[in-house]
């Protein structure tokens, strides 16, 4: 086996890590979402803490694979491989900038919460939508990405699809935020 193949095994494997991590946290905020009691969502909230570790694993994979492989093969100057690596740097920053601090919100929101029904602000953090918009909408630059490096296209082509992704990415995230009709509405009591 040539060196190649193992970069490439690496990249792949980054992309895997990272979008099944994502994945992972879509389900974790969806359960989040119908929680109704501390007991219900900790666990979700305890798995999502703990997914969020694989990310910059995911990141750094991707990253140097993808460096060592463009280096060795292609050309830096390809839209087919600026473009994904823009659309990298915003998972980079998005991730821990504002899904991770969003995250956390929820997570201290859980602790002041204590055992017993949700009260108010933990209830309206399940919902956060720029906490869901940026979660879906990395996943959606990430099958953007994807696009991108499977057909190669040209520099708008490669723009038009990392932008289209992330638009999907916030508007799925925006309208699953939102607490559906049957699920039961919170039920709200003060503070301490």
């Not at 994945?23 to 666990?43: H, M, N, Q």
Request: glycine share 14%.
């Amino acid at each position: 086996m040539d060196t190649y193949h193992v970069v490439l095994y690496i990249h792949l494997l980054s992309l895997l890590v990272g979008f099944s991590a994502g994945i992972v946290e879509a389900v974790c905020l969806l359960k989040l979402r119908g929680a109704e009691t501390l007991e219900a969502a900790l666990p979700w909230g305890q798995l999502a803490g703990q997914i969020e570790k694989a990310f910059p694993v995911a990141i750094v994979g991707l990253y140097g694979s993808g460096a060592y492989m463009t280096h060795h093969l292609w050309s830096w100057s390809n839209a087919w491989i600026v473009i994904p690596i823009v659309g990298l740097a915003l998972l980079t920053l998005q991730g821990p900038l504002v899904a991770g601090r969003r995250g956390h919100k929820l997570k201290q929101a859980l602790i002041a919460n204590g055992p017993g029904p949700l009260r108010e602000e933990a209830r309206r953090l399940t919902v956060d939508r720029l906490l869901w918009s940026a979660g879906f909408s990395n996943e959606g630059v990430v099958l953007a990405i994807v696009w991108v490096m499977t057909e190669k296209p040209g520099w708008g082509g490669g723009i038009a699809a990392l932008a289209i992704g992330y638009a999907v990415g916030i508007a799925l995230g925006s309208l699953l935020a939102r607490k559906p009709a049957g699920e039961a509405q919170p039920v709200f009591e003060p503070a301490g």
